[in-house]
């Protein structure tokens, strides 16, 4: 069949900022973003190894408009720091890759008309009704529904100097939650996390140290399964060389998931089947002239 898409989208953000005092600021934001749904969203019907589903578009999908609002509080003394905002997306005709009940084997040859179950009473007797496991995908399928987000995050922190230089300590927690309108998680969604953070500044040398403790995922979509928590601590330690002229050389050692945790990512397809890199160092330069 033959399509032909002409159609026009309106988006547009308006912003506020206010001053409350000389070490508090005030913002208020509100965005409408239309777009209209992409071509592997309205067309796609076949497989998709990096996700490990066979996708279905849907060519009747109309533009997906978002309604934004957000509020945001920043404090800084020199001393103390902080941060919070609060943001609600209302999100009309929202585009969603939805997981369906049933998997689907790959087809080697010729087109497939779309997911279908198939009955292994279908095959002649003796013959493996799945003779390629390793190509079974689950079968996924564009739609669209009317969905809220809402969230916040904070951070609060505090530098002070040590010795000949200046230490910073901070905590920060996010938090996303999404829901369509008949009650259903919208799939895929990160679970709340807590930042916790160090960094130490003297001179030309930065050290810095990060753990994420990232939460249990429970609020799964149609199709999804639970996402266990994980503690993710990274390190970098960076020295900057002064060259001839302006030319800098930045040397940094690091250190990647120390605690070598088995970490899942919920946002992805392939969580199950591809976790997050283990315990991992490296070095790294990075030349400016």
């Given amino acids: ?44 019907n076949g497989p ?11 060519p009747t999908l109309t533009s997906e408009t978002s309604n934004n609002f ?16 609060f943001f609600i997306n209302d999100v009309d005709n929202y585009i969603a890759l939805i997981d369906e009940e049933d998997h689907h084997e790959v087809e080697e040859e010729g087109e497939h008309e779309g997911c279908h179950e198939e009955d292994d ?5 003796g013959e493996d009704p799945h003779p390629h496991p390793e190509l079974e995908l689950i079968c996924a399928k564009y739609v669209q529904e009317d969905a809220e987000f809402d969230g916040y995050e904070i951070e609060f922190g505090r530098t002070f100097d040590i010795g000949a230089g200046e230490m910073t300590l901070s905590f920060g927690r ?7 309108t008949d009650g259903h998680n919208v799939p895929r969604i990160n679970p709340a996390r807590n930042v916790y953070s160090l960094s130490y500044a003297q001179d030309d040398i930065v050290f810095k140290l990060h753990l994420k403790d990232v939460e249990k995922q429970n609020d799964v979509g149609e199709g999804e399964t639970a996402t266990a928590g994980y503690q993710m601590l990274d390190t970098r330690l960076t020295k900057t060389f002064d060259l001839s002229g302006k030319s800098k050389l930045k040397v940094s050692l690091f250190g990647r998931n120390l605690l070598d945790e088995v970490a899942r990512n919920h ?8 976790p997050l890199p283990g315990r991992n160092y490296g070095i790294k330069f990075n030349l400016t002239y």
């Fill in 1 to 44: 069949d033959n399509y032909t898409i002409d159609d026009d989208v309106l988006s547009f953000a308006v912003s506020i900022g206010r001053d409350l005092s000389d070490t508090l600021e005030l913002n208020l934001g509100f965005s409408s973003v239309e777009r209209l749904p992409s071509v592997i969203e309205l067309f796609m």
């Fill in 48 to 58: 998709h190894m990096a996700t490990g589903r066979f996708e279905v578009g849907d």
């Fill in 70 to 85: 957000d509020i945001s509080l920043n404090f800084d003394n020199g001393e103390y720091f902080a941060y919070a905002s």
């Fill in 121 to 125: 009473d279908d095959h002649p007797v």
């Fill in 174 to 180: 996010d938090v996303v939650n999404a829901q369509f």
């Fill in 267 to 274: 946002a992805s397809f392939v969580k199950n089947e591809v």
